[in-house]
């Protein structure tokens, strides 16, 4: 791991998302890929839980996060508009109560402005009401040095309405599991509109992840949802490759 930090073997991938109202890339998700000198590529599947486990996951988010500023950096100095980011923060930073100056820190060292920067928390972190406190004030911190805060995964797991009343998140990732086409389908499709439906009333956007279709994207058009992230627009993609479509779209 420490080899791998120092020689950057981790390369960090960017994933478009797209808005449904203007069909234009309106923000992107950094997506972490191991470049292993003996194994090649290796996808977070693979080694998140190990670093989760030993505590690793820490720095590896922080030089994700420190990645995506470089490269905000090197799009405003290309006149390039500075579309948000979102990174993956793991549940282990919220061992450490003042974690969050650490990435306001570096995010100061290179002069990003407030609000393009978003913190991504899967909602397995939630076990009680004190952690929901600790992660509720941690997001209200997070507003205060200029970043949005996202809930990903919803609905993966154990999700629970609480969360969604108790924590002022700015915008809501869909599951993926929602819009796999299985034989749940019509529960899916009724679950996704009144989840759309209530957030709005909340002033929550929401992000589509997943999603593999045109009939999926136009379905997401019709019932309101704000963003699709998936492999119908793009996969995610090395930063030169982001980079060159930034261009073209601006
Ligand atoms: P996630 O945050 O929910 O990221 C979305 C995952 O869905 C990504 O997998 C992405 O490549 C995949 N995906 C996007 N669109 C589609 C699609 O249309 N179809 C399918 N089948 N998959 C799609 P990836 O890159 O393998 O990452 C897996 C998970 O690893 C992430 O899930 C996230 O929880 C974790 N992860 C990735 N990078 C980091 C990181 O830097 N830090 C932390 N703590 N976790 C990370
Ligand atoms: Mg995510
Ligand atoms: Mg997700």
Redesign the pocket.
Known sequence: FEDSIENRHFQ??L?PKIGLKSNLLEGA?????WNHPQRGII???EF?PL??SNGK?CR??L??FEEVCAAMERWKQAGLPLVPVS????RQHFRDAGFLDTFAGIASRFSIPDNVLEF?L?ESIFFDNQQIRTVRQAIQEMHSMGFLCSL??FGSGFSSLGLLKNLPIDVL?I??LFFDEGPDRNKDMALVEGIIDMVKKFDIRTVA????SMDQVEYLKRIGCDYV????FY??MPQSDYEALLIQEC
Request: proline share 5%; glycine share 4%; charged share 30%.
């Open positions: 960090v991938y994933q998700e950094a997506l972490v890929r996808f977070p599947s998140i670093f989760e996951i590896l988010d030089y994700v990174v993956n923060l793991s991504e899967t990903d995964d990732k599951d993926s992840e997943g999603i593999e992230q998936g492999y119908v996969r995610p």
